[in-house]
């Protein structure tokens, strides 16, 4: 996948750009750009849901397949090591990361967690129904 920019300006913020890319392969270019400049990251990995989401278009009267989340475990883990190895090198000293996720990999990534950002650094957990 290649890494789309567009530089954006909010009403109610400054300048901001927004990535659109797998987190692995723009990781090179963030860190070069970015490394320990990052006041907030904010991650919505894949749940490990075991399942293939389907999207239905209008122009289309069969459902396509338009994300599967159906990676082995250790496949996960290991990728997700890769992704907040890099939000770590990305955030300043006072930077902040925000990791939305479910109970199915939860606890496993809070112990990734811990390892990468140390137990010390753990602040909340914010639960919804």
């Not at 927004?18 to 990781?27: M, N, P, S």
Request: glycine content about 6%; some cysteine.
């Amino acid at each position: 996948m290649q890494v789309f920019c567009t530089s954006e300006r909010h009403p109610s913020g400054g300048p901001g750009e927004f990535y659109l890319a797998r987190a692995e392969e723009a990781l090179p270019l963030l860190l070069e750009r970015y490394r320990g400049r990052v006041q907030v990251v904010y991650l919505d990995p894949p749940f490990g849901t075991g399942d293939v989401f389907y999207s239905r278009f209008t122009h289309s009267k069969l459902p396509l397949p338009t994300y599967a989340d159906d990676m082995p475990e250790h496949e996960y883990l290991s990728w997700m090591r890769v992704v907040l190895s890099g939000a770590r090198e990305l955030l300043c000293e006072s930077g902040s990361l925000y990791l939305h996720i479910d109970y199915r990999m939860s606890a496993k990534l809070r112990l990734l967690l811990d390892e990468l950002f140390g137990e010390q650094n753990f602040k909340n957990e914010i639960v919804w129904c």
